[in-house]
């Protein structure tokens, strides 16, 4: 399965997550598949690679992997009611922004439904797959953050970024993860409380889409046209259209002009 396989535990002292098995691989087909293989035996683990052959994302799409770019998933099994889930989209989405802006210093933002922008290019996608009754069996948290990516195939050049092409600088793969765990061991704290307002109001200032035209391709292909008049609690997408206002759990926004 790869090169290199490292098993322990996670030195995130100060975080949610000190106890948490960590696994780390070389190459992988995708973090998430281990992660979630773990999840439906009941573990809790933290699954990072330095590269991936099959990672994949939203609608299944591939993700391009590369060495340089930071690529886990976190499997976990919070004590939480299944429609909260999307508060944990909002946590970990959120633990993103705030290390770009407070760490590397960019402008980042949310793209609903949860993609991390640096202007008008995708820096940071994350994937959520999880188990679910009436509470949450298991949730499996994918990031795929382009840290050190130096370029991208030709399709994605005009829609991807990283932190190395937006500052010019290289960045140590461990230290961005650990504090990203940080960030999200503090948003998971408030969503296992229900203390989340903060972290939404907060959630809301970074949307990029809120009050813009877009253009929003539905799961069926069908394209809407519309105004976004908010992003609820629920990371819901509230649409104005000609035809009346949607409320939306998942699709792919456009921004027009
Ligand atoms: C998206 O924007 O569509 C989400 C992309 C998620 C990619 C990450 S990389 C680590 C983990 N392993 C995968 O195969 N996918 C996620």
Do not use: H
Not at 25 to 50: H, N, P, R, W, Y
Not at 66 to 89: H, N, T, V, Y
Not at 214 to 225: A, P, R
């Amino acid at each position: 399965m790869s090169l290199r396989y490292y098993f322990g535990f996670a030195i995130m002292k100060e975080t949610l997550f000190k106890q948490l098995k960590v696994l780390r691989f070389s190459e992988v087909d995708s973090t998430q598949l281990i992660a979630k293989k773990l999840a439906e035996s009941g573990q809790e683990c933290l699954v990072v690679a330095e590269s991936q052959r099959g990672g994949y994302g939203r609608r299944r799409r591939s993700w391009f992997s590369p060495k340089g770019g930071l690529w886990f998933s976190l499997a976990l099994r919070p004590d939480i009611d299944a429609k909260d889930l999307p508060k944990l989209q909002i946590a970990i989405v959120l633990s993103l922004v705030d290390f770009l802006r407070e760490e590397v210093g960019l402008e980042a933002g949310v793209k609903w439904p949860n993609d991390v922008v640096v202007g008008k290019r995708k820096i940071c996608g994350v994937l959520l797959e999880s188990k679910l009754g009436d509470k949450v069996e298991y949730v499996v948290v994918g990031v795929g953050l382009n840290v050190n990516v130096d370029s991208f195939p030709e399709n994605l050049r005009n829609v991807a970024t990283s932190l190395l092409l937006e500052t010019g600088r290289e960045y140590n793969l461990r230290k961005a993860l650990n504090k990203i765990l940080e960030r999200f061991s503090f948003y998971y704290r408030k969503v296992l409380s229900g203390e989340v307002r903060e972290m939404l109001s907060k959630y809301k200032r970074y949307n990029v889409v809120i009050g813009r035209q877009v253009l929003l391709e539905l799961k069926n292909g069908v394209t809407v046209k519309g105004t976004v008049l908010d992003v609820t609690e629920d990371n819901q997408l509230v649409l104005r259209t000609e035809k009346g206002t949607l409320t939306l759990s998942d699709g792919e926004v456009d921004l027009v002009r």
